[in-house]
């Protein structure tokens, strides 16, 4: 694995992921995530991140479980805040990878996702992702995702969408 | 607009409320002077400034304060606004200081408020500015109930003990369960609505209706058991303050989110039922509640949460949502009301992010001028009131009532037209004072 692959490799994962996303082929994603995820978006972008683990408020701290329940909740016909769906586009940009083995990547990348709803609801999230992609037979997975957000009071009525 | 036209828009006694009250301007600058600017608000815990010079940013309606320990170690809260020109003297969310500096021309005020450091004090004020008169400006009352800090604007504000009055009765079950009391999470979720603040404040002092339609999903998923949302009742607790809740939790409430929490009350049944008797530690949970106005908390199974609906306008609030737990709980079971918390509460939690929708589309299907001609129907319940032994406040005969709507609705109205607390009835429901029946 050289530098220039990758990179090509990082690029191609998150772009064609943040495809499925837009697409809201939420299962075939949660099939790009190892079994042991961890899909973290902490409170408050510095503080939250530097405090120990356990004692601060994400807005999210999932596992693949809690991941699979976010999607299976929107099958009940009891998901008001994505019914009728949210129409989503994930932009990500300035992909770094910061460190690369065969079998590991580690990828900084920000992010604008716009979320459209309904008539005129508009809701605009950015920040920065910083994953670990893992090898698993013979391919590339998410095995960990931390989500800074550069918001602190959220704009919107819900963080009813995947990041 | 008169007062006396508030009594067109509240009718408790036929349980009929206008959707005006969520949508027009000029109800909401009324708001803003009759309740923001008189009655006690939940500032903050006293776990987050425990030391002299600890502040932590608030709100009071939409004034944004300071509150913080002075040097002597008393808490204080003063508009964060430069009594020079209103800049906000402090930006920051949380932290500690010895002073508090205007970023604008440099006045310098202390954690007791007052005005320390001037510049130009000789040659531009001739060493005549009055600075003893100049301090920030610090609310008429503060007073704390068990770790929670309030405070009012309003010098003739009953005492907070008097204002909370019977609501006591369950905060204890929130707060005093347990030597040490509570202890609140780093970190806030913090988010914005476009509805009327009043929206949550009513959900919460009153609406276990909407669960099985509104959190179907949760019901679905298992994260909420009908067992447990159907048992219980309501309480119009007075003065304008509710809650309901099951009255009692057993063993098969162990779902998995709520096990450890549970298993942890249970475990230290002896000592719950020594600080607040046999038949609150029976009740064990404070279910879902309001304290009149705007402070709300959820005390269920698995976690509890409180939270602040901060006025942003008639159509739009934000919310200020913390992470409760017991001091004396072991370092796991913390966590796991943390997870529990966040996984279905906080703007990214699976249950919560359904009462936005509702709310904000609410919003928008009454902003006409037609629909807000209309009433909207607060009538569940109505008449059955009834007094259970030994619980304060008016109780309901089912969990599905809206008893404690109409009780945060009878004091609002109350609040709108008393140009004075003296003119505010403040002896709550257990002084007589029931719904007519229909």
Known sequence: ?163 | MHEQEFHQLVNIEQGLVSPRIFIEPEIYEWELERIFARCWLYLAHESQIPEPGDYVAAFMGEDPMIVCRDPQGHIRAFLNSCTHRGMRVCREEAGHTKAFRCPYHGWTFDTAGKLIGVPRLNDGYFRQLEKEKWGLIEVAQLATYKGLIFASWDPEAPSLDDYLGDMKWYIDLMVDRLEGGSEVIGGVHKWVIPANWKFAADNFVGDMYHVPVSHGSGLALGLISERDISRGFQVSVGNGHGRGGADQWDVESWSDPASPHLKFLYENREEITHRLGQQRAQILLAGHGTIFPNFSFLDIPGFLTFRVWHPRGPERMEIWSWCVVEKKAPPEVKNMMRLAYLAQFGPGGVVEQDDGENWSQCTLAMRGRVRRRYMLNYQMGLGRQQVRPGIPGQTSPTIWSEIGQRGFYRRWLELMTAPRWSDVNTGGESNGRDESPV
């Not at chain 1, 050289?2 to 299962?27: G, N, P, V, W």
């Not at chain 1, 999932?62 to 299976?72: A, E, V, W």
């Not at chain 1, 999230?125 to 090898?135: A, I, Q, W």
């Not at chain 1, 959220?154 to 009813?160: P, R, T």
């Open chain 1, 1 to 163: 694995m050289d530098e220039m692959r990758a990179q090509f490799e990082a690029e191609r994962f998150l772009y064609r992921e943040a495809k499925l996303l837009d697409e809201r082929r939420f299962e075939e994603w949660l099939d790009l995530l190892t079994d042991d995820v961890r899909y973290w978006m902490p409170v408050g972008n510095l503080e939250g991140a530097g405090a120990p683990d356990g004692q601060h408020l994400s807005y999210f701290e999932d596992n693949k479980q809690t991941l699979m329940l976010r999607i299976k909740r929107l099958g009940t016909g009891f998901a008001h805040a994505e019914d009728p769906p949210s129409r989503t586009r994930h932009l990500i940009s300035n992909i770094v990878v910061e460190a690369f083995t065969e079998a590991e990547l580690k990828v900084s990348a920000n992010f604008i996702v716009f979320r459209g709803r309904l008539e005129t609801e508009e809701d605009l999230f950015v920040g920065r992702r910083e994953d670990v992609l893992r090898k698993v037979d013979g391919q590339w997975k998410l095995a960990a995702r931390k989500i800074l957000l550069d918001h602190n009071v959220i704009g919107a009525k819900n963080l009813s969408l995947f990041f």
